[in-house]
């Protein structure tokens, strides 16, 4: 059995994914620091859980070669 070389490239997305996330959010960082506390909230939770929707056809990827479940 051969190593795929799916697997590395995908990891190696999905720390780019994290990395440019993290850089575009803590962008933000000057004006969501302006709004109030509760809101802050919100916005960090809702952009601390939103990168994790690319993941699903990323890893299903790095697993078949696919990148969406097939029609039975």
């Not at 850089?23 to 802050?40: E, F, K, N």
Request: proline share 8%; aromatic share 14%.
């Amino acid at each position: 059995m051969t190593p795929s070389w799916r697997k590395p490239a995908g990891a190696f997305a999905i720390v780019a994914l994290i990395i440019i996330w993290c850089g575009a959010v803590a962008s933000l960082s000057r004006i969501v620091g302006q709004w109030p506390v509760l809101i802050q909230l919100v916005f960090y939770v809702f952009t601390g859980i939103v990168w994790i929707l690319p993941l699903k056809p990323l890893l299903l990827w790095m697993e078949t070669g696919r990148w969406r479940v097939p029609k039975d």
